[in-house]
């Protein structure tokens, strides 16, 4: 489900909101840990949570004029990857990473089937450009995937999951040099709001 959704937001809407919401996903990660595997999270760790997801509240906008429904895909994006990493943090130690890391992205060939289907336009076999840049963001993938995977297996979740932030900073970089977009006042506030929460629950973690 993570993978699915986490691509077709990427397609659909905006490089920037999608991250953003994304970003809430190592607070749910967070909450998840404690009721699921008893990791102690104190009240103020629940207050920056649901001050995380306040913050994705106002990039999304719901029931105002910027709202736009496609941003869901995203919010259902960051619940599957919560799940895929509370997941990981239970697998059997007879699963190694690799093994975990190649299953997660096989599931990138669903996400593809489903974009085409969608798609209204005809598919086209990539060209030698493109076999490069899908070469290029495999290696990276799965090699990221592999160092998470590890982390989060031998790591505490609720340390382990809030420098995932940096991500953010990447995204919104990328979003606006290479795709010209220009990102909001509520989708910059509510980047804030959640990235202060996940650095608070980090800082809280290691006090």
């Known amino acids: ?35 699921l595997f ?14 995380g997801f306040a913050g994705v509240l106002v ?7 910027g709202f736009t429904p496609l941003s869901l ?11 895929r990493d509370l997941a990981t ?3 059997p130690p007879g699963l190694s990473n690799r093994q975990l890391g190649v299953l997660g992205f ?9 974009i085409l289907m969608l798609d ?11 076999w490069l840049m899908l070469a290029g963001c495999t290696g990276f993938g799965i090699a990221a995937y592999h160092a998470l995977t590890r982390a989060m297996r ?15 900073v990447f995204a919104l970089i990328l979003a606006v040099v290479f795709l010209g977009e220009r990102p909001d006042l509520a989708t910059l506030a509510g980047s804030a709001l959640i990235v202060a929460a996940g650095v608070y629950t980090l800082l809280r973690a290691r006090g």
């Not at 993570?2 to 994304?22: C, N």
């Not at 990039?59 to 004029?65: D, S, T, V």
């Not at 031998?154 to 953010?168: A, H, K, N």
């Open 1 to 35: 489900a993570g993978r699915l959704f986490y691509s077709l937001s990427l397609a659909l809407p905006t490089l920037s909101a999608t991250s953003a919401i994304l970003q809430a996903t190592p607070l749910v990660v967070v909450a998840g840990a404690a009721l």
């Open 38 to 51: 008893g990791e102690r999270v104190g009240w103020r760790r629940w207050a920056a949570i649901l001050l």
């Open 89 to 91: 943090r239970a697998a």
């Open 73 to 83: 895909l995203a919010v259902a994006g960051m619940i599957g990857f919560a799940g």
């Open 106 to 114: 096989a599931m990138l060939g669903l996400a593809g089937a489903v």
């Open 59 to 65: 990039i999304l906008r719901p029931g105002l004029e």
């Open 154 to 168: 031998t790591g505490e979740v609720s340390v382990v999951t809030p420098f995932r932030y940096t991500r953010l």
């Open 120 to 130: 209204k336009g005809p598919a086209h076999w990539p060209d030698g450009h493109a």
